[in-house]
């Protein structure tokens, strides 16, 4: 054993000096890079070339290839999921609000007849399928300010024709905000000697026109027109410039949000005061402008206002909320043309606050008529009993 350490003691004496020499000649040579080797390599700093470190990087390798092919697996599943989870909790937000028309006496929609020289085009779905977006939770509140904003145009002075206008009115029913209003339009058409009284649908129903073969009123020359309040109307053309087209909705600046926390008012501020905005919690709309500045008053005063009903908090997204909020206004069909597109979450972290109208008597006696369903079929017998008769 001495034996052997010396002549290895001797062989990397002798390299060594061959290396010298022959770096000082200015010439390479075998025994340089043998020596060279020799110096450098030494397996007691290299933990990798120790004994399982490849059968554990082969391990940890295979692991990764799995996930990799889970992950391309379930991408598309998860994307659908998305997609269906923002558009069902945007249609259960939808079917909150309440909608009134006029029906005769079989209970069938008034369509309103416009003499037309052309067909109307009818609004026909594209199936377009877009790659569901994430919410960003950092900037969601920025993000949804910015749906209410409204692209200023120049002011443009325009004429028409009686034909133009004679054609592009199309026939539709008419479905109102307002309860009120439509009771207006059933007395209206009852003094023109038409038989008609009140019904009410789901907003929710009516927006599935947008989907192929969910029609409310299954007729393809016949559109649905939702009328708001008129109080919305005049604010969104004025707010929103003559070129407002859709629904009006609004929220004021700094948005109101509803939570199920029960925080302290100094948590709720300090929380208010954070730039991530919780994904259990959604931001709150209204259909006029009146309720979205009434109901951030309410909010406003107590800090956190509670509806014991529900069991909600509502909360305004700011550290001092002003006294009078901006109110700003954007279309329904805006959002749900988002919710429908790439932004689908918009779905699930917006709460829809159906409007409170005072109901006038007649009102409600249309009403009490309406949700009588023996009232229909007697319509219908006597409409052929008064037939027979004649």
Not at 63 to 85: D, F, G, I, N, Q
Not at 143 to 166: G, I, M, P, R, V
């Amino acid at each position: 054993m001495l034996i052997l350490r010396r002549v290895v003691c001797l062989f990397l004496l002798i390299n060594k000096w061959i290396g010298v020499s022959e770096a000082l000649n200015g010439r390479s040579s075998k025994f340089q890079k043998l020596s060279l080797l020799s110096r450098t390599v030494n397996t007691d700093n290299l933990p990798k070339l120790k004994e399982g470190y490849i059968k554990k990087q082969g391990k940890e390798l295979k692991e990764k290839l799995e996930k990799k092919r889970c992950a391309t697996v379930l991408a598309p599943v998860l994307e659908t999921y998305e997609r269906y989870r923002g558009q069902l909790g945007f249609s259960l937000e939808l079917q909150k609000v309440s909608l009134y028309y006029a029906v005769d006496y079989s209970n069938d929609p008034i369509v309103s007849q416009y003499p037309k020289n052309e067909k109307h085009e009818v609004y026909k779905p594209q199936n377009q399928f877009h790659k569901p977006k994430k919410p960003n939770y950092y900037t969601l509140v920025k993000d949804f300010l910015s749906l209410f904003t409204q692209e200023k145009q120049d002011k443009t002075q325009a004429t028409y024709s009686l034909k133009q206008l004679d054609t592009g009115l199309p026939n539709g029913v008419m479905l109102f905000m307002d309860p009120n209003a439509c009771a207006e339009h059933v007395v209206e058409l009852n003094k023109q000697d038409k038989e008609a009284r009140m019904a009410s649908t789901k907003l929710n129903t009516v927006y599935k026109l947008f989907e192929t073969g969910l029609n409310f009123f299954r007729d393809r020359d016949i559109v649905n027109l939702v009328v708001p309040f008129s109080e919305s109307l005049v604010y969104a053309t004025n707010k929103g410039g003559s070129n407002f087209n859709g629904t009006p909705v609004f929220t004021t600046d700094p948005p109101i949000y509803s939570t199920k926390r029960a925080d302290s008012s100094e948590e709720a501020e300090s929380s208010a005061s954070e730039d991530k905005f919780n994904s259990k919690d959604k931001l709150v709309v209204f259909f006029t402008p009146t309720e979205a500045k009434e109901f951030y008053k309410k909010v406003r005063w107590e800090k956190t206002y509670k509806d014991e009903k529900t069991g909600k908090y509502y909360r305004i997204w700011s550290k001092s909320p002003p006294y009078r909020p901006d109110v700003k206004v954007t279309s329904l069909e805006k959002i749900y043309g988002r919710v429908h597109g790439s932004e689908p979450f918009w779905g699930y972290l917006l709460e829809v606050m159906p409007p409170t109208v005072k109901l006038e008597k007649r009102t409600e006696f249309m009403l009490k008529e309406s949700s009588n369903l023996l009232l229909a079929p007697w319509y219908s017998l006597k409409k052929v009993l008064r037939g027979l008769s004649l």
